[in-house]
């Protein structure tokens, strides 16, 4: 039941659950204890259940989620993406022609509109205006995720501006290779960011990036992430027993969740996984998480040594349910986050929810994350053999492997719980509510 004094808060975001990923888990974990709480939350999203569907329609037999639905309380609206011609080939050209314009030194006056134009294909959604006209009015507060689609981005921040409505940016901004940086760091993006109510950034990194952008010191808040201390399935022995035996895991495992792909590390932990058992070792290596088809293209092209050692070790599952991802997470004896573009990494927390050592890339935010020595190990993204070096590390030394996993563990129940998160989310919406009149 809501209160007299309840909130109205509209979360627009590219994708939310059934999608796969942490800025999907923070966002429904913050929906939820706000209605615990009393208040309403409406989610303006898009159809899209993976990544590739932003830029081609899904296979024939995966339909989209409905348009409309309540999940858990929350009302979801989702606006369905278009394919223009020619489809996908249009998705990469237009972000080469946004970031070559956005880089060219032409008068503001000349250049935003253009961007803003551009920006109509980040993600397509007919609709998107009428939605917000409808939806705005009814709102007190509105979080807007994921500046890198631009499009939904700076489109609601300016409506929502318009109709005198606080605006909490997330823009989740990637902080690894300067060609992916490039995704939030454009004119029309940096305009969103100035005007934003409040700009959340999950790192000192990211926030130190926002201030060199022009962003107001003073409306930048560093929010940590945060995990269930208690997951709703918690493997028992014999269910981990159960898992290695289905997938064949006869030797220590290392683990990895999340997108197959270069920039999150998943080709190079492939590789690094093969020079271990080149080497001698039996080490298996478990891969969850959406774009399977491209590190499978990947693995065809290693060398035929690789690939020969990699034949009955490597287990791409794709994505897999919470069951499936904590059996995984249980079952392994490293957890390896080897990305480039991580804004923080709330599968790290998982990991160590389990007690289980991490390695990670030093880039982005999982340096602010990790301790060297204390909770994990970081290695330069992109190494090969620095990443099988840290991966054998902790293989070989279990008591040390059982130290960092035991210490990242402590390190979560007592710092990174979705109730502490909305503690901090909670005080960044106060202020900008206060004296405000309630829709």
């Known amino acids: 039941m809501t209160r007299p004094d309840s909130l109205h808060v509209l979360f627009v975001t590219p994708s939310f659950v059934p999608f796969i990923g942490g800025a999907q888990a923070f966002q429904l974990a913050m929906a939820q204890r706000l209605l615990a709480d009393g208040h309403q939350v409406t989610v303006l999203t898009s159809t899209a259940r993976s990544a590739p569907d932003f830029w081609q329609p899904p296979p024939a037999d995966s339909p989209p989620p409905p348009l409309r639905e309540t999940r858990q309380g929350v009302q979801i609206q989702r606006l369905a993406i278009a394919y223009p011609r020619p489809a996908p080939l249009l998705f990469g050209l237009a972000r080469r022609v946004s970031h070559r314009l956005a880089g060219l030194p032409l008068p503001a006056a000349i250049q935003l509109p253009l961007l803003t134009g551009l920006a109509r294909l980040m993600p397509p959604l007919p609709g998107l205006k009428q939605a917000l006209d409808a ?254 070096a840290a991966l054998g590390t902790l293989l070989r030394d279990q008591e040390q492997a059982q130290r960092l996993g035991g210490a990242g563990r402590q390190q979560v129940l007592a710092r990174f719980t979705w109730d502490r998160t909305y503690a901090q989310l909670r005080a960044i919406y106060d202020p900008l509510l206060a004296g405000t009149p309630r829709s």
Not at 158 to 163: G, L, Q, S
Not at 201 to 229: K, N, T, W, Y
Request: net charge negative; charged share 15%; glycine share 10%.
């Open 135 to 388: 939806l705005l009015p009814q709102v007190d507060l509105v979080q807007i995720t994921d500046a890198s689609w631009d499009g939904l981005f700076t489109v609601t921040a300016r409506m929502a501006r318009d109709r005198g409505k606080p605006v909490v940016a997330v823009p989740l901004m990637h902080l690894g290779d300067p060609a992916v940086t490039a995704h939030f760091t454009m004119p029309h993006q940096r305009q969103a960011y100035w005007q934003a109510q409040a700009l959340v950034a999950l790192s000192r990194q990211e926030a130190r990036a926002f201030i060199q952008l022009g962003a107001e010191q003073g409306r930048i808040h560093v929010l940590a992430m945060g995990v269930e201390p208690r997951p709703a399935f918690q493997p028992r022995p014999q269910d981990v027993a159960s898992f290695r035996r289905e997938h064949g895991l006869t030797g220590p495992v290392v683990a990895f969740l999340g997108a197959n792909t270069y920039d999150k590390g998943a080709f190079t932990l492939v590789q690094a996984v093969a020079r271990l058992n080149i080497g001698g070792e039996n080490v298996h290596l478990v891969m969850a998480g959406p774009q399977a088809d491209g590190l499978r293209r990947f693995v065809a092209g290693l060398p035929a040594e690789s690939q020969a050692v990699l034949a009955d070790r490597l287990h791409i599952l794709g994505p897999v349910d919470e069951r499936t991802k904590q059996l995984l997470l249980a079952s392994c004896q490293v957890f390896a986050l080897p990305s480039q573009v991580d804004t923080f990494g709330i599968v790290l927390l998982e990991a160590w929810l389990h007690g289980k050592p991490v390695v990670a890339a030093a880039a982005g935010g999982l340096p602010e994350l990790v301790q060297p020595g204390e909770t994990g190990l970081l290695v330069p993204f992109g190494q090969e053999e620095a990443l099988a």
